[in-house]
């Protein structure tokens, strides 16, 4: 109960603000408007295509694929997709098969570049326009960056020209720890890549959770990309609104920023264990309200 009133809370006190915008705040929330997304990662265990429909249930247009299985990774998942009538809009990499994304065995490198591709066509084939991946380790000893790192680039830079070539933008999601812990070490690892189709993107609760401010964050790296979710002391990806993080301050800085991407909400799967329907609805609430647009509930 306590949970529910601090998320009504946040959204009434957003819904008031939003009587006083200025046209250019309007702009921006009808720039945003119908671009709710939330990411089936946060509906686990439950499989990739109830979870889409638990999505679209509560009144997302779009939503974000993570994958848990090899069937939810290939082409023909699309239509099981089609049938939950929501847009797909992005893809995370499978956290499930990153073992295979940043690895050097030459064996393991060939079945991970015919996944990535396969990968890819299932981006197209959903309408996707963005797919997830995290930094990979960076190796200092020179031995290491030769035999272990450079096959691993190879990797990444083999899935971004396939990104590209479907004209869809391969993003790197900031992280707590290593290269992308920082909005200058993530845009210094990016380049180090030397593939400018790929671009950053910005988790909140992983800015928190490195100690960063996630409004500075976006101010520094121009993200592409959103995942969205609340952070409060230990606690981490509780669901956005539910924390203490200043998203009024995010607002602002996704405004300044001319931000058009996808506002993807991305809290951890436990909080969603239970009464998804119910909770689905409040996270819709919450980030309609926040950014401005008619609220799922509402709708009756």
Known sequence: MAETA?????????????????PDEKAFNAKGANKYSFSTAALYPRSAAESLRLIAGAGFLHAELMPQCFADASESFALKAERSKIHVASVHYPLAMFSMLYNASPGMTSEERAFAEGLVRLCVALGAEVLVIHPHDIQTEVQLKSSIEQPIRGNILHLAEQCDKAKIVLAVENSPKGAGRTAEGLLEYIESLGNSSIKPMVDTTEACEAGLDPAEFILKVSPVHLHLSDHSGEKKHL???????????????LKIKAYAGYYTLEPVYRYYLAEPEEKLALAYDFVSGLFGSTSATSQG
């Not at 601090?6 to 200025?22: F, L, P």
């Not at 669901?239 to 800085?253: F, R, S, V």
């Open 6 to 22: 601090k998320t009504s809370n946040v959204k009434t006190t957003d819904i008031m603000a939003a009587d006083e915008m200025t």
């Open 239 to 253: 669901p956005a609104g539910e924390g203490d993080t200043d998203w009024q301050a995010i607002k602002n800085a």
